[in-house]
């Protein structure tokens, strides 16, 4: 198994033989872990539109829609990107449309990939599972934070590649391994540092933040499957 981590999505065109590919879409603060959670609360599937005016759409004929820029709430849709705003009872039994800064423009790029599968901390060991399973060459899919690296999704990609030291790893694969070794008992400390924690706390939700570095508090993964992300 080969293991290729692209750290930003201007990196992402690098990427040859793409369709016989697993690619492991990262976005932790917050698309792909709230993306997690919705599917853990019982939505039957999220639609992931990289367009806001798409989710308008959606919203326009009667879908639940969720939707940040910049890490506001889009004015007017029922949820922001706040894995808290999606609660069981609001969503259970539904499909709900989400368009975020990052993380949704990174699953439409990846769609043609063999399969494109959604990453947290929340739900990493079942992740590891699943891409073992599919034993595929894997991509690691970092969203960064508008085309820039950023820290949590690199050590996301670290953690998932802890379980894959002795495979086939790219360079930027080893930075991430190295990185996540040194910070893997104090993540939420590491990540006070980062640029993304410091805009995320400036609109008051740490809270966010502590939850997404939770380890392995879900048992199920998310795919895409027809341009929509549903449980494995």
Not at 54 to 66: D, H, I, P, R, S
Not at 120 to 143: G, P, Q, W, Y
Request: aromatic share 8%; proline share 2%.
């Amino acid at each position: 198994m080969k293991i290729e981590t692209v750290l930003s999505p201007a990196l992402f065109y690098q990427i040859e033989h793409l369709e016989d590919k697993v690619v492991v879409v990262i976005d932790i603060l917050r698309a792909t872990s709230t993306i997690t959670t919705i599917l853990h609360h019982g939505a039957t599937a999220v639609i992931p539109t990289k367009e806001e005016a798409v989710a308008q759409e959606y919203k326009a004929k009667g879908y639940l829609a969720g939707g940040e820029r910049s890490g506001e709430t889009i004015p007017g849709f029922d949820f922001g990107n706040s894995p808290f705003h999606y609660k069981r009872e609001l969503i259970h039994g539904k499909e709900i449309v989400l368009t975020t800064t990052n993380g949704t423009k990174c699953i439409e790029m990846a769609q043609n990939a063999y399969q494109v599968v959604i990453g947290s901390f929340l739900n990493l060991n079942k992740v590891v599972e699943h891409i073992t399973f599919m034993n595929r060459d894997i991509v690691l899919f970092c969203a960064g934070w508008k085309e820039k690296i950023n820290l949590e999704d690199s050590l996301f990609a670290g953690a998932v590649a802890s379980y894959f030291a002795d495979d086939d790893l790219d360079d930027s694969t080893l930075l991430c391994l190295d990185s996540y070794k040194v910070t893997k008992d104090h993540l939420f400390d590491t990540l006070r540092k980062s640029n993304h924690f410091r805009r995320l706390a400036s609109k008051g939700v740490i809270e966010d933040i502590e939850y997404c570095c939770m380890l392995n508090t879900i048992n199920s993964v998310g795919i895409l499957k027809d341009g929509k992300l549903i449980l494995a």
